[in-house]
């Protein structure tokens, strides 16, 4: 009989393993986005200064790719040269400093104590602390509507960062794209928070906004 309370722990962290391994794989985005007046149709994507890349810049191309989608979804498309645009939007991105927290977890447990020669079950808490780091992608989009091919006044502008336990820029950009898709070149009045959940199957839902 003394040996059931382990059993039946064992049996609830085996469980447990199995649900986690169900579980979805989550990312927190977080969007603000300031706009003045109305939208222009088409636009025309390329490198906020501050980067120092060429327009050509292989990654730099590979974010215009991720972000299309969500300019299209706001009803923006994309012109191959300024000349045929009606706006121009500058892209700056990157990785943020990670942050690492600690957390304890703490579940009960029996171990076996001996006074005077006889052996006793008692009931004692363990404690565990797990360390978990988050990595952070940050992407800027900030337009300026362009007059007889030269910038003007700036029209919108967009930030989004996303935060997930992968240390990688482009997957953690593309998972914050359906998020964006909502929200781009819109009025927030301030910061808004998404949480997107990707299932082993590719899966990805969006539920927050607030």
Request: glycine share 8%; hydrophobic share 40%.
């Amino acid at each position: 009989m003394k040996l059931l309370p382990r059993m039946c722990l064992r049996v609830m962290a085996a469980l447990l393993c199995l649900a986690m391994s169900a579980c979805a794989t989550t990312y927190d985005v977080a969007i603000d986005s300031l706009r003045e007046g109305e939208i222009p149709g088409s636009c025309f994507l390329a490198p906020d200064p501050a980067l120092e890349v060429p327009e050509d810049d292989l990654l730099f191309r590979e974010v215009c790719g991720l972000v299309t989608p969500a300019l299209a979804a706001r009803g923006m498309s994309v012109a191959a040269s300024r000349g045929e645009a009606a706006q121009e939007v500058l892209l700056r991105y990157g990785m943020g400093e990670p942050t690492t927290i600690l957390r304890r977890w703490t579940y009960p447990d029996y171990q076996t104590v001996y006074y005077h020669g006889r052996a006793f079950t008692v009931r004692v808490e363990r404690t565990e602390w797990t360390e978990h780091t988050r990595y952070h992608a940050q992407l800027v989009l900030s337009a300026r509507r362009l007059v007889d091919g030269q910038p003007g006044r700036q029209i919108w502008r967009t930030e989004m960062t996303v935060s997930g336990a992968v240390d990688d820029f482009r997957k953690l950009i593309s998972m914050g794209i359906p998020a964006l898709r909502q929200v781009l070149a819109s009025q927030t009045s301030g910061r808004l928070h998404f949480e997107v959940s990707e299932d082993r199957d590719g899966e990805v839902t969006v539920s927050g906004g607030e």
